[in-house]
């Protein structure tokens, strides 16, 4: 088997590490790229375990990556949020992939540093083995472990684990994007959690809230808001984005927003709403 195929059968792993590494697949298709160039110039006659390797040389790269990325997000207008990434409605399903793609575990993610979010990415869903990580992340295995442990809880404190599956997951969700494109205000709060929170990413390039809108009656209010303008020529596709129910908003052939919507058993416990036109390019794609 070339180098080319070696690559080419390993690119999807490579690419959603890079991703939950750095939350902008822009940024992993560069890192993947790169990886491609350096693993092309590199002796692999002696190499035994290519996936291995492979995940080495991008993790390293995403790291680079997240941490000129992070410089860059100190001075960003309002919430960041990762860029939304399409996916099939049964990556869900993965219980693993599913939940670490999530928009709501790359948020928590971000809450970590640079290297916890590494060696969470490769262990937590990956399960590398800890001499593996300690290669890709230039640290020892005492390390790893330690770092691993505390990535772990510091997610696990911010992120608990409900077991809700897809098919109810997109009801839930339904009954809310139901009751916000008819205005029926009610049937908004009755859906929505007392406690959920809004996020709004417009990175100061289109308006956006800037600061999270908390509680079910502050959020239908901002909703309403938004629905009592609507784009020319728009139009509402639902969609699966990081194995979540969504929706895309269009305004002619140019995405201009996209909402996921994230449940707690029987009611919406967070919204997500992505308008930084930098993050929407994926989505407008065929």
């Keep these: 088997?070339?180098?080319?195929?070696?690559?080419?059968?390993?690119?999807?792993?490579?690419?959603t590490?890079?991703?939950?590494?750095?939350?902008?697949?822009?940024?992993?298709?560069?890192?993947?790229?790169?990886?491609?160039?350096?693993?092309?110039?590199v002796?692999?006659?002696?190499?035994?375990?290519?996936?291995?390797?492979?995940?080495?040389?991008v993790t390293r790269q995403a790291l680079n990556a997240l941490r000129a990325a992070q410089r860059r997000r100190e001075d960003y207008i309002g919430p960041w949020l990762?860029?939304?990434?399409?996916?099939?409605?049964?990556?869900?399903?993965?219980?693993?992939?599913?939940?670490?793609?999530?928009?709501a575990m790359l948020v928590v993610l971000e809450t970590l540093s640079p290297e916890e979010r590494a060696v969470f990415v490769l262990r937590e869903v990956f399960d590398f083995p800890y001499v593996e990580i300690a290669e890709a992340t230039e640290k020892s295995v005492v390390a790893v472990r330690q770092i691993s442990s505390r990535a772990r809880a510091h997610v696990r404190a911010r992120r608990p684990r409900f077991d809700?599956?897809?098919?109810?997951?997109?009801?839930?969700?339904?009954?809310f994007l139901t009751a916000l494109q008819g205005g029926d205000v009610q049937s908004l709060m009755d859906v929505l959690a007392p406690g959920a929170v809004l996020l709004s990413d417009g990175g100061g390039r289109v308006s956006a809230a800037r600061k999270p809108v908390l509680g079910a009656e502050n959020i239908v209010r901002f909703l309403l808001g938004i629905a009592q303008k609507p784009l020319p020529d728009m139009r509402i596709e639902p969609a699966s984005v990081n194995g979540m129910p969504a929706v895309i908003v269009w305004s002619g052939d140019r995405v201009d927003l996209v909402a996921l919507v994230e449940s707690d058993r029987d009611r919406?416990?967070?919204?997500?709403?992505?308008?930084?036109?930098?993050?929407?390019?994926?989505?407008?794609r065929p």
């Design 1 to 15: 088997m070339s180098g080319t195929e070696v690559f080419a059968e390993h690119r999807s792993l490579l690419f």
């Design 43 to 57: 002796d692999r006659s002696a190499i035994e375990n290519p996936r291995a390797y492979l995940a080495k040389i």
């Design 164 to 175: 809700v599956d897809t098919q109810r997951q997109r009801a839930v969700a339904d009954r």
């Design 82 to 103: 990762p860029e939304p990434l399409l996916t099939t409605p049964d990556v869900a399903d993965h219980a693993e992939l599913g939940e670490s793609l999530s928009f």
């Design 268 to 284: 919406v416990s967070a919204v997500y709403l992505v308008r930084n036109p930098d993050k929407l390019g994926a989505l407008g």
């Design 17 to 41: 590490i890079a991703y939950e590494i750095t939350g902008s697949a822009v940024e992993a298709e560069d890192v993947v790229q790169e990886s491609f160039l350096r693993w092309t110039a």
